[in-house]
């Protein structure tokens, strides 16, 4: 299975990326996902809620 890439861009005009990504859960609230952190060399899970997402793309 190939390891995906996650983009967020918050409504304050911030972008996020996010390597190893896979779990991904996205409901009316909350988009939740495990990722893999490059800089930290740790997996961690994250918790983003929707409201303060202006969109995100996931790598296919």
């Known amino acids: 299975m190939k ?6 861009w918050l409504l304050k005009g911030e972008t996020l990326k996010f390597e ?3 779990n991904i859960e996205n409901n009316d609230t909350e988009l939740k996902f495990d990722y893999f952190g490059v800089s930290t060399q740790v ?5 983003f809620n929707q409201i303060n997402i202006a969109g995100f793309a996931l790598e296919q």
Do not use: D, G, M, P
């Open 3 to 8: 390891q995906k890439s996650l983009v967020i």
């Open 20 to 22: 190893c990504v896979e």
């Open 43 to 47: 997996k961690r899970s994250a918790v």
